[in-house]
């Protein structure tokens, strides 16, 4: 699964501004590399997010669109999930 043509843009942000002043979330963006459930390929999701304290805040939404059921297998935590801040 490829990333949609504006998180590609938004990813390739962040590469070259090293995480730093990214589109309107500035220096609260965050990456999440994640094995899918079905198909096993990598696919990179920018996520908004930061940090309080030593810990970090994540939010990940669907943008207001409806979420079936058979969507959830595609959240499964994996040891190949990968961070990048």
């Given at each position: 699964?490829?990333?949609s043509?504006f998180?590609?843009?938004?990813?390739?942000?962040?590469?070259?501004?090293?995480?730093?002043?990214?589109?309107?979330?500035?220096?609260?963006?965050?990456?999440?590399?994640?094995?899918?459930?079905?198909?096993?390929?990598?696919?990179?999701?920018?996520?908004?997010?930061?940090?309080?304290?030593?810990?970090?805040?994540?939010?990940?939404?669907?943008?207001?669109?409806?979420?079936?059921?058979?969507?959830?297998?595609?959240?499964?935590?994996?040891?190949?999930?990968?961070?990048?801040?």
């Amino acid at each position: 699964m490829k990333a949609s043509p504006f998180n590609q843009k938004t990813i390739a942000e962040f590469h070259d501004k090293k995480g730093r002043g990214v589109g309107m979330w500035g220096d609260n963006l965050l990456l999440l590399t994640a094995q899918g459930a079905k198909s096993g390929e990598l696919i990179t999701t920018p996520l908004f997010g930061g940090r309080e304290g030593s810990d970090y805040v994540v939010v990940a939404s669907k943008g207001g669109r409806r979420c079936t059921q058979g969507g959830s297998a595609t959240s499964r935590p994996t040891p190949t999930s990968r961070s990048r801040c």
